[in-house]
C-alpha cells in the first residue's frame, strides 16, 4: 500500500448486487441486503475495519442505515468514524455518535454554531472543512497531517463514492458480489452523481485479485486515474 504524503491511502468497499446496486430500493437500508453476506464476509469486512485508522460514510448512510462502524465481528480497534456533513444536521441519536469508537463530523463554514456545539457536546470531533460544503481534498488533508489518518476505508453510499471518485482520491475498489438481482432505475448503486460525455471521462480500473469468500465473490481493483 503507497501512501501519499498529503492525504490517507483510500480504499472504496462496497457489497453489490449483480445489477450492481447497494439496497433494496431508494431510501431502503443497505443493512437488509447485508444480512446474506456469508460470515466469512462479515469477518472480511470487519477485519478491513481494524487494519485502517479511519472508516468514512456519507451523511445520508448514517440516516437511513443508522450505521456504527466499528469492529464487533474479530479482535481488533475500531477505527475512527469519519462522517462529511456540511450542514451538521446529523442526528444527535445517531449511532456513530456513540461511546463505541472516536468520531469526526466534518462540516463546512456555514454550518450553524449551535449544531456544532450540540455535536462536541456527544464528545465528537468536528473538522471544518470547506466553505459551503465539506470539500474531499481538504478533508482528507486534515486527516493526514491532524489526526495522523495513513489510510481511511469508505463504506459509501453512491454519492460519496462518486464525489471520492471524482475528486481523484480512491486508490482501491474491494467489491463483495451478492448474488442477487434488485433493478430498479433509481435504487442506488455503486456510484452516483452525474454521467459522464464521453468514452475519456470513464475511471479505468485494474482487476488485481478475485477469490471467493465464503459464498461471496470478492473482487478487488486498483484504481488508474489517468494523468
Ligand atoms: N451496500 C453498501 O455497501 C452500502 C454502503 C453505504 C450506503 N449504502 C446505501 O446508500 C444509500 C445512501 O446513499 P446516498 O448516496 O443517498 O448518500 P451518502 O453517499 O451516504 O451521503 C451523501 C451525503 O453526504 C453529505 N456530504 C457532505 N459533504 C459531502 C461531499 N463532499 N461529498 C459527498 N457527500 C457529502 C451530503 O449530505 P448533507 O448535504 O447533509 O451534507 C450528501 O448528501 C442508503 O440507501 C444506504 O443504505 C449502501
Known amino acids: 500500500m503507497t501512501i501519499p504524503a498529503d492525504r490517507p491511502h483510500v480504499l472504496m468497499m462496497?457489497?453489490?448486487t449483480a445489477?450492481?446496486?447497494l439496497t433494496l430500493k431508494k431510501g431502503a437500508s443497505s443493512k437488509i441486503l447485508m444480512k446474506y453476506m456469508a460470515h466469512e464476509t462479515e469477518l472480511l469486512l470487519h477485519n478491513t475495519r481494524a487494519e485502517y485508522?479511519?472508516?468514512m460514510v456519507g451523511a445520508n448512510t448514517i440516516r437511513i442505515d443508522n450505521s456504527f462502524l466499528t469492529v464487533r465481528y474479530v479482535p481488533g480497534k475500531s477505527p475512527?468514524?469519519?462522517i462529511p456533513c456540511s450542514m451538521a444536521d446529523i442526528p444527535l441519536d445517531a449511532n456513530v455518535l456513540?461511546?463505541?469508537?472516536?468520531?469526526?463530523i466534518a462540516v463546512a463554514e456555514v454550518a450553524p454554531e449551535e449544531r456544532i456545539e450540540a455535536i462536541k457536546k456527544k464528545g465528537a470531533h468536528v473538522i471544518v472543512a470547506g466553505k459551503n460544503h465539506?470539500?474531499?481534498?481538504?478533508?482528507?488533508?486534515?486527516?493526514?497531517?491532524?489526526f495522523g489518518v495513513k489510510n481511511l476505508m469508505i463504506e459509501g453510499g453512491p454519492?460519496?463514492?462518486w464525489h471520492m471518485l471524482h475528486d481523484r482520491l480512491v486508490d482501491e475498489i474491494r467489491l463483495i458480489h451478492l448474488p442477487f438481482i434488485v433493478g430498479g432505475s433509481d435504487t442506488p448503486s455503486l456510484v452516483g452523481g452525474m454521467h459522464i460525455d464521453n468514452e475519456n471521462e470513464m475511471i479505468r480500473l485494474n482487476l488485481k485479485k478475485y477469490y471467493m469468500c465464503g459464498s461471496n465473490l470478492v473482487s478487488e481493483f486498483d484504481v488508474l486515474y489517468t494523468q
Do not use: F, H, W, Y
Request: net charge negative.
Open 134 to 146: 465539506v470539500e474531499l481534498p481538504l478533508l482528507m488533508k486534515i486527516l493526514r497531517e491532524q
Open 159 to 161: 454519492t460519496l463514492n
Open 19 to 21: 445489477d450492481g446496486k
Open 98 to 104: 456513540g461511546p463505541d469508537a472516536p468520531t469526526a
Open 14 to 16: 462496497s457489497e453489490i
Open 80 to 82: 475512527l468514524r469519519v
Open 53 to 55: 485508522d479511519a472508516i
